[in-house]
């Protein structure tokens, strides 16, 4: 049977173009400095994300479909968890260095398969129960060194509060991929991209009274520069999808720990310790074996259909 993918190299071009433009927006909104709200900060991420978004989706000719939802209700609470998760992950990405913030982040789909047990009912067998628990301990090596900081107060404590952050939004980001795993069983992608996009702008909008920042105009060029790489970003990942299984590109996320190793050495003189690199490896490996394990298990599903046997 040939796969419905026809071109597993150029989803990984995209999704490598998709990892590189991220770092591209954490490195702008690291370079804004950290006197910035984070409700300020997901405004611009997510705002100035619509513009490019909503051109692809013209030139596509899908941008009136995406407009239509046959769940509103379910697209509030993605966006709600999600923009609260961003505001976690943004504050953390703004007082750590940024490896470590990318690193911590990496603890988001190890959550996501243990929300999947609870919540949707998958079946999650040892292996991966494994993964997770690896995982998880990768991630506590990563974090240690950070959390020990909290007694000597100033800018270690807010290192350590950043560290906490990240773990939060981490386990928000779990929640909202739930969320997103609903949604697409009755919703276009491009839809759940366009809803998120305005519901995480309005959030943050609201927060405006709540300690925004008078910014100067390099600080306001950084940000929206952050926002147009986020939807650039959100659109080169859809891309990748559409030309590769998500278990051929999803792998190739971790190319950025690399690169945010490279740029938080050159731009912002980060150098990563031993419990980094150690934590981050062990955290990978377990991301890899669940992405393997993943694909295996749908390969399995596939044949059984094939063979007209029950669904796993």
């Given at each position: 049977?040939?796969?419905?993918?026809?071109?597993?190299?150029?989803?990984?071009?995209?999704?490598?173009?998709?990892?590189v433009?991220?770092?591209?927006?954490?490195?702008?909104?690291?370079?804004?400095?950290?006197?910035?709200?984070?409700?300020?900060?997901?405004?611009?991420?997510?705002?100035?994300?619509?513009?490019?978004?909503?051109a692809?989706?013209?030139?596509?000719?899908?941008?009136?479909?995406?407009?239509?939802t046959?769940?509103?209700i379910?697209?509030l609470?993605?966006?709600?968890?999600?923009i609260?998760?961003m505001?976690?992950?943004?504050?953390?990405?703004?007082?750590?260095?940024l490896?470590?913030?990318?690193?911590?982040g990496?603890?988001?789909?190890?959550?996501?398969?243990?929300?999947?047990?609870?919540?949707?009912?998958?079946?999650?067998?040892?292996?991966?129960?494994?993964?997770?628990?690896?995982?998880m301990?990768?991630?506590?090596?990563?974090?240690?060194?950070k959390?020990?900081?909290?007694?000597?107060?100033?800018?270690?404590?807010?290192?350590?509060?950043?560290a906490?952050?990240?773990?939060?939004?981490?386990?928000?980001?779990?929640?909202a991929?739930?969320?997103?795993?609903?949604?697409?069983?009755?919703?276009?992608?491009?839809?759940?991209?366009?809803y998120?996009?305005?519901?995480?702008?309005?959030?943050?909008?609201?927060?405006?009274?709540?300690?925004?920042?008078?910014?100067e105009?390099?600080?306001?060029?950084?940000?929206?520069?952050?926002?147009?790489?986020?939807?650039?970003?959100?659109?080169?990942?859809?891309?990748?999808?559409?030309?590769?299984?998500?278990?051929?590109?999803?792998?190739?996320?971790?190319t950025?720990?690399?690169?945010?190793?490279?740029?938080?050495y050159?731009v912002f003189?980060?150098?990563?310790?031993?419990?980094?690199?150690?934590?981050?490896?062990?955290?990978?490996?377990?991301?890899?074996?669940?992405?393997?394990?993943?694909?295996?298990?749908?390969?399995?599903?596939?044949?059984?259909?094939?063979?007209?046997?029950?669904?796993?």
């Open positions: 049977m040939q796969s419905a993918f026809g071109n597993p190299l150029r989803g990984i071009a995209f999704k490598v173009a998709s990892v433009v991220f770092l591209g927006m954490q490195t702008f909104i690291k370079l804004g400095g950290t006197n910035i709200a984070p409700g300020q900060v997901t405004f611009y991420r997510s705002f100035f994300a619509l513009f490019p978004i909503m692809y989706l013209a030139y596509r000719g899908q941008l009136k479909a995406a407009f239509y046959a769940n509103p379910g697209h609470k993605r966006g709600t968890i999600g609260v998760s505001g976690f992950g943004f504050y953390g990405l703004l007082h750590l260095p490896p470590e913030a990318i690193a911590l990496y603890a988001m789909p190890l959550v996501a398969v243990i929300f999947a047990a609870v919540f949707l009912g998958e079946t999650v067998r040892i292996y991966r129960w494994s993964a997770v628990f690896f995982g301990v990768g991630v506590a090596i990563v974090s240690w060194p959390l020990t900081l909290f007694r000597q107060g100033g800018m270690e404590a807010e290192q350590a509060v950043g906490i952050c990240v773990l939060i939004a981490a386990v928000l980001g779990g929640m991929m739930i969320q997103v795993r609903k949604l697409v069983e009755e919703e276009r992608t491009a839809t759940i991209v366009l998120f996009s305005i519901i995480a702008s309005l959030f943050s909008l609201a927060t405006l009274p709540f300690g925004w920042a008078s910014l105009l390099r600080t306001v060029l950084l940000l929206v520069a952050a926002g147009f790489c986020g939807g650039v970003a959100q659109i080169l990942l859809t891309e990748s999808y559409r030309h590769a299984e998500v278990s051929t590109v999803a792998p190739f996320e971790y950025s720990i690399l690169l945010g190793g490279i740029v938080g050159f003189g980060d150098v990563p310790g031993g419990h980094m690199m150690v934590g981050t490896a062990i955290v990978i490996a377990a991301g890899i074996f669940i992405i393997y394990r993943e694909h295996q298990l749908g390969l399995e599903r596939r044949r059984a259909r094939q063979a007209g046997g029950p669904k796993t």
